[in-house]
Every structure is written in C-alpha cells, then in structure tokens.
C-alpha cells in the first residue's frame, strides 16, 4: 500500500529565500507524481507532474525533482514570494489511484 | 486547459437530510471522476472511484449506501450524501481524467464542496 509523507509539515521563511519541500513514498511502482497547491478553504491547482521516466520538471520559479529509486521528490521554490504562501502537497499515482501526503504548510513573510 | 467544476462551492444542512453535489467537466468528457473527502488539516483520502456507465468502485471503509454516487454522462458525476450527519461535515474535492491525454494522463480538480451539517 502507497504511503506519502512530506516533511517539514510546516514551514516559515522570509521573502526572498530558495527553499525545499520534501516528498517520500514507500511504492517505487508510481506512474507519475503531481504536486500541487492549495490555497486556504479551496481546491487543488496542478504546479507540476513528473512522469516516471522524468526526473525533472520545471515551470518558473519551480522545480520539482523525482528519484524513484530512493522513494523522494523535491520540490524548489526560488526566489520565494509571499504569494507562495500556501499548503503544497504532493500525490504519487499508481494505476488510477492518487495517493497524497499531508502537505506542506509554507509562509513566505514580507 | 481542463477545467472542472462543482456545485454547490457550500452547503449547510440539518442532520438527517441528503445532499446532493455536482461535479462536471466543463471542456472534455470525463470518462472516470473521483471523490475525495479532506478532514481539517488533513491530506486528500479517495472515496470512490466513478466511471462512466458503470457502478462506481468504492474504497475500503466508504459505506456505499451512504455516499451516492452517479456517473450518467460524460460531463458529470454527482455525490450524495444520504442521511448527513455532522460527522460527515468535511471539503469533498471531486477530479476528473481526460482519456485523450492517455491512459496515466493527470486528474484535473474541481474547487471543492464544503458541506458543514448541523
């Protein structure tokens, strides 16, 4: 059974600051692993999908990193902006299913 | 882009009442929906599975007879909440797949429903 879990579960930077979000996963089997963004109260906004034979993904100021090997993906956040601020979660998918962790809470500080 | 959406965004019911809500996707057919249900600071758990046509797959400890759910056409799947109760307060996130992009293509999101039951 596929488990994610992202750590830190919290995380507080001022504006300005490059910063990491983690993604393990126990099932090196995934199709692909999405993350995404959510704002407080509202549904899910795609950032990026790695497909299995990826290893990266860029868009912007984001990148996100997948080692199937070692059950990890990264995300990177350059150059981060208080309209950062949100709950990034990522979700491995096998088969059908999508499989999230608990997300990462990020506050970007003026 | 593939856009999906729900209705309503929120609900509030007295307990002992059903709710009924709607996701569609606005551009594409949608041949498989999936609803999620996510509790206060918690991630993202698959009730069921929807597809077109068919009965929808629910996962284990979901009571079917409790979550309804109707795929009738490709555009739209509804979720009902049978006899709500306030245990069953919670944001449910409907999404759906676009098979033209390929059989591990990525599910689009709706907004979400919250439904709060007195």
């Known amino acids: 059974k596929q488990e994610v879990t992202q750590i830190p579960a919290a995380l507080s930077v001022p504006e300005g600051e490059n910063l990491v979000l983690n993604c393990s996963f126990t099932d090196s089997a995934i199709y692909n692993l999405q993350w995404f963004r959510q704002d407080p109260g509202k549904g899910l906004t795609s950032l990026l999908l790695i497909q299995s034979s990826q290893r990266e993904q860029t868009s912007g100021r984001l990148n996100a990193s997948l080692d199937k090997s070692s059950g990890r993906s990264t995300l990177y956040i350059a150059a981060s902006q208080p309209g950062d601020s949100a709950t990034y979660l990522c979700?491995?998918?096998?088969?059908?299913?999508?499989?999230f962790g608990k997300g990462t809470k990020l506050t970007v500080n003026p | 882009g593939a856009v999906v959406s729900q209705h309503p965004s929120w609900v509030i019911c007295k307990s002992g009442t059903s709710v009924k809500i709607e996701c569609r996707s606005l551009d594409f057919q949608a041949t498989t929906m999936f609803w999620y249900r996510q509790f206060p600071k918690q991630s993202l758990m698959l009730m069921a599975t929807?597809?077109?046509?068919?009965?929808?797959?629910?996962e284990q400890g979901v009571e079917k007879d409790k979550f309804l759910i109707n795929h009738a056409s490709l555009t739209l799947s509804t979720l009902t909440v049978t006899s709500a109760h306030p245990e069953d307060s919670s944001f449910y996130i409907c999404?759906?797949?676009?098979?033209?992009?390929?059989?591990?293509?990525?599910?689009?999101f709706g907004p979400g429903t919250r439904l709060t039951v007195l």
């Open positions: 929807s597809n077109e046509g068919s009965k929808a797959t629910y």
């Open positions: 999404s759906a797949r676009d098979p033209s992009r390929g059989p591990y293509n990525e599910q689009f």
């Open positions: 979700a491995g998918r096998g088969s059908e299913k999508l499989v």
